[in-house]
């Protein structure tokens, strides 16, 4: 009896010792696949961290291309200021080219004392480094006309006059100013009737642009023969017999050129219009042109509306102001926004000290 005690006693601790081992052997079954899956998991979130790490150089050098091209388009562009014109809130005007050369300020010398003319520049260096000022000699022409006061005279010009409501908008500002009027076109209706209630009035002449898609019906090309010009001013003054000016809309690339401008100017010369230079570009040969062909050289000195902000605008015209009270005259171009006319309609009292007049009244004509 006593063995089989023993014996019952031994295969039970044989079994129990088999169970402890499998348990074990799960156990460590159990750890391994437990590893197994961390491990599976470290490395998918490695893979996944260098999948992004891979993207985001992707996107940065996308990124760095896109810019560097941008950064190309733009410096190799004729007019590297059009890179800060880009970054400004402009609303542009529809019908008008945007260049530097709108910006800059323009001042035009009537002495022939070179001494003086230095000392005027530098003068402007040291006063107005703030501004971007081209400082220029032109030829006086005719003898002052007698004026009412011997206030300093500013020309306030509207360009882009297409509708009897902006000349309403226009006449209720208060004061002069001269009405540029685009010729007839398809996109803009006629505008041959609505002046004759003007009593001045000049012509907003389409020219070629460098950078402009808007070109006006009839605008004239560099590549256009004397006889296609002439045709086109012949055209101006049937449509327009009273008018005597005429100043270039857009054409930075038609005033720029020579050959173009004298073809131009031989045309006006026949018909009798007398050129105003809205200095587009500071190329402009309008000054050579009017010394051959003998006409007055007339010339704006700023733009008031590049940016239609009432503080720009507000200070642009301070600016004209300055120009009229330093040299006796000033010329400002505009056009017919809401935001300009609304400007110089409240701007009325900063023009107390000068006496505003229509083009055909500047002291050099």
């Known amino acids: 009896m006593a063995k089989r005690k023993t014996r019952r006693k031994s295969t039970k601790t044989k079994h129990t010792k088999s169970q402890n081992i499998n348990f074990k052997l799960i156990n460590i079954l159990l750890l391994i696949i437990l590893a197994l899956i961390i491990a599976i998991a470290v490395l998918i979130y490695l893979i996944d961290n260098n999948k992004i ?18 950064t190309k388009i733009q410096e190799t562009s004729e007019d590297k200021l059009n890179k800060y014109v880009k970054n400004i ?7 008008e080219e945007y260049t530097e050369d709108l910006y800059k300020e323009y001042i035009h010398e009537k002495t022939k004392d070179t001494t003086k003319k230095t000392e005027d520049k530098k003068l402007n260096k040291e006063t107005k480094k703030e501004d971007d000022i081209q400082t220029e000699e032109i030829p006086v022409f005719h003898k002052t006309l007698p004026f009412k006061t011997n206030k300093p005279k500013l020309a306030i010009v509207i360009d882009d006059v297409t509708t009897q409501y902006q000349i309403n908008r226009i006449n209720s500002i208060g004061y ?11 996109r803009n ?4 009737e609505m002046v ?9 002449f389409p020219m070629e642009a460098k950078f402009f898609k808007g070109e006006e019906q009839g605008t004239l090309h560099i590549k256009d023969s004397y006889e296609k010009i002439e045709k086109r001013v012949a055209q101006i003054r049937n449509w327009y017999p009273t008018a005597k000016f005429t100043n270039n809309h857009t054409g930075s690339k038609f005033t720029q050129d020579t050959q173009a401008m004298d073809k131009l100017f031989k045309a006006l010369t026949k018909y009798n219009f007398t050129f105003v230079d809205s200095r587009t570009t500071s190329k402009s040969k309008g000054k050579i042109m009017a010394k051959k062909y003998k006409m007055p050289y007339i010339a704006r000195n700023i733009f008031l509306d590049n940016e239609q902000k009432f503080g720009y ?5 301070k600016k004209a102001i ?7 005259y000033a010329i400002a171009i505009g056009h017919p926004h809401d935001i300009t006319l609304k400007v110089l309609k409240e701007s009325k009292p900063l023009l107390k000290d000068l006496e505003l007049i229509y083009i055909n009244q500047l002291p050099i004509l």
């Open 313 to 317: 605008i507000q200070n642009q015209l």
């Open 196 to 204: 004759n209630s003007l009593p001045f009035y000049m012509i907003h």
């Open 189 to 192: 209706g006629s505008t041959i």
């Open 176 to 186: 002069k100013a001269t009405m540029s009027i685009l010729p007839p076109t398809s």
């Open 53 to 70: 790490e891979e993207s985001k150089k992707e996107i940065s050098n996308i990124e760095k291309k896109i810019k560097k091209d941008i």
């Open 322 to 328: 300055r120009i009229a009270k330093k040299r006796g």
């Open 89 to 95: 809130e402009v609303k542009k005007d529809k019908f």
